[in-house]
């Protein structure tokens, strides 16, 4: 698997992953435009050889929001989603990132548990079926350095 920071020529791959694992609420072509190559974004794409998975940032002062990961079907559980994370990680210039994932899906809410986030609120009926949104921090940097030694 092979890591690289996403480009423009990698929005039909991104696109074409988002409809497949997102559906009504995938990102419109444009939208993806923005997400891969806008300032204060960071895209990270998972090659395998073709885009198999993609993870993007946006940066805002010292907070980092998650915006998407995503893994293509035939590609999870192999690593590729902390692999992905792992690197929007090491290219955050922030205390914390944060992100909303359904309260209804337990596979990423024990992903990002095991990735260190947890819960600090929620956000009733954020998504189009009506679910429920658990916003999620994990501190970054010398935050969680202190935080560990406290």
Not at 31 to 45: G, K, M, N, Q, Y
């Amino acid at each position: 698997m092979r890591l690289r920071s996403a480009t423009r020529a990698d929005v039909g791959a991104v696109c074409a992953l988002e409809v497949r694992l997102f559906g009504a609420d995938a990102w419109s072509a444009t939208a993806v435009r923005e997400e891969l190559t806008s300032p204060r974004r960071f895209a990270v794409v998972a090659c395998d050889p073709y885009v198999v998975g993609y993870a993007v940032t946006l940066t805002a002062s010292d907070v980092v929001d998650l915006q998407r990961i995503a893994v293509h079907p035939d590609h999870r559980r192999s690593g590729v989603a902390h692999q992905l994370l792992a690197r929007v990680v090491e290219e955050a210039r922030a205390d914390r990132m944060l992100l909303e994932v359904s309260a209804a899906n337990e596979g990423a809410l024990a992903f990002y548990a095991a990735e260190g986030f947890t819960a600090i609120d929620s956000r009733r009926r954020y998504y189009r079926d009506g679910a429920d949104a658990l916003v999620l921090q994990r501190l970054l940097g010398p935050a969680a350095n202190e935080r560990m030694t406290v």
